[in-house]
């Protein structure tokens, strides 16, 4: 059975950094659409960076100016999102999300798959 289970996240203080890992047992990830969104209150989800399968390159939000970097071990079947020199406007819940089937979407609706979402908090 494909899932997505994520871990990780808690509170960070202002610039300092995170990773958050992403389980996906049953994945083969060189064959996966791995995405990673972010959803504040009151809004929907935002993408904030796609790993393709055609190249296995990510490509990420704009507004994330570089702070933002994704990694995978393929043999584990993990995935990770690393945040560095995080800001208030970090704070939300990050998804890792997955699709077998397509290419990268910006629109959360593209994606079958979900984990339960980590709750990240940067404090000052």
């Given at each position: 059975?494909?899932?997505?289970?994520?871990?990780?996240?808690?509170?960070?203080?202002?610039?300092?950094?995170?990773?958050?890992?992403?389980?996906?047992?049953?994945?083969?990830?060189?064959?996966?659409?791995?995405?990673?969104?972010?959803q504040v209150p009151g809004k929907g989800r935002e993408v904030v960076a796609c790993t393709r399968i055609t190249d296995g390159r990510t490509d990420y939000a704009d507004f994330l100016k570089g702070r933002f970097?994704?990694?995978?071990?393929?043999?584990?079947?993990?995935?990770?999102?690393?945040?560095?020199?995080?800001?208030?406007?970090?704070?939300?819940?990050?998804?890792?999300?997955?699709?077998?089937?397509?290419?990268?979407?910006?629109?959360?609706?593209?994606?079958?798959?979900?984990?339960?979402?980590?709750?990240?908090?940067?404090?000052?």
């Amino acid at each position: 059975q494909l899932r997505l289970v994520e871990s990780g996240g808690g509170l960070v203080q202002l610039g300092g950094a995170l990773t958050l890992p992403c389980a996906a047992p049953g994945f083969r990830l060189e064959d996966t659409i791995l995405a990673w969104f972010c959803q504040v209150p009151g809004k929907g989800r935002e993408v904030v960076a796609c790993t393709r399968i055609t190249d296995g390159r990510t490509d990420y939000a704009d507004f994330l100016k570089g702070r933002f970097a994704t990694s995978r071990n393929r043999v584990q079947s993990m995935a990770y999102l690393h945040i560095n020199s995080m800001q208030s406007e970090d704070t939300g819940i990050y998804y890792c999300a997955a699709e077998v089937d397509g290419s990268c979407s910006d629109y959360s609706g593209d994606y079958m798959y979900y984990g339960q979402g980590a709750q990240v908090t940067v404090s000052s």
